[in-house]
């Protein structure tokens, strides 16, 4: 069964940086196509930023440069470097993997940014 666990969550002043970690593991720990997203309290989840196939990106308009996706293929490991954090990217962050057996989520780290 496929495990996918994030971590490096925290709490962090406005302006400050956090690195998150997604390490999959189990029979497809494929991480080809990954992404973050994140869910406010009392908001919908969102798409934070993806990597698919052949290194191709796609980040949410409010990333605004501050976020950078990054893979390590020997360690089916995915990352989200965040900077510049504003209180209103608060929320749980979770990591989706993507593969032909369906998507995969972690359980999420929450990710808070005091004013």
């Known amino acids: 069964q496929v495990k996918v666990v994030e971590s490096g969550g925290g709490l962090v002043q406005a302006g400050g940086s956090l690195r998150l970690s997604c390490v999959v593991s189990g029979p497809h720990r494929s991480v080809n196509n990954m992404a973050w997203f994140r869910q406010a309290p009392e908001k919908q989840r969102e798409l934070v930023a993806l990597?698919?196939?052949?290194?191709?990106?796609n980040y949410a308009d409010f990333v605004e440069g501050r976020f950078t996706i990054s893979r390590d293929f020997r360690k089916n490991s995915v990352y989200l470097q965040m900077n510049s954090l504003k209180p209103e990217d608060t929320g749980v962050y979770f990591c989706?993997?993507?593969?032909?057996?369906?998507?995969?989520w972690g359980q999420g780290t929450q990710v808070t940014v005091s004013s």
């Open positions: 990597i698919g196939d052949g290194g191709r990106l």
């Open positions: 989706r993997q993507s593969g032909p057996w369906g998507d995969v």
